[in-house]
């Protein structure tokens, strides 16, 4: 049963910077990409970063450019996405989304709240 399994959220003051993991396991195949996503409570749950395993090509969404970085390692099918310069309005909780095969598995979440 593939599991993926998000770590490192916490309270953080404005400006600074926060690395948040993502684990999956009970996989046979490696994922093809993995994907962060953030929501807010009442809100939809919006795309914030993605990486591809093969070749290791990144997308960004226009409020974490610059800011945000995705990256994978590829024996441990972890994934991290660092964050810097962080600002109150990217409080929400982090989810992971892994694509294997023809399948995504989503993980349960982790809160990142950024005070002023």
């Known amino acids: 049963q593939v599991q993926v399994v998000e770590s490192g959220g916490g309270l953080v003051q404005s400006g600074d910077s926060l690395r948040v993991s993502c684990a999956v396991s009970?996989?046979?195949?490696?994922?093809?990409?993995m994907e962060w996503f953030r929501q807010c409570p009442g809100k939809d749950r919006d795309f914030v970063a993605g990486i591809w395993w093969s070749g290791g090509s990144t997308t960004y969404a226009d409020s974490v450019k610059g800011r945000f970085t995705i990256s994978r390692v590829n024996d441990e099918s972890t994934a991290y996405l660092q964050m810097n310069n962080l600002k109150p309005e990217d409080t929400a909780v982090y989810y992971c989304r892994a694509t294997i095969g023809a399948k995504t598995y989503w993980g349960q979440g982790t809160q990142v709240t950024v005070s002023s």
């Open positions: 009970g996989h046979t195949f490696t994922p093809s990409r």
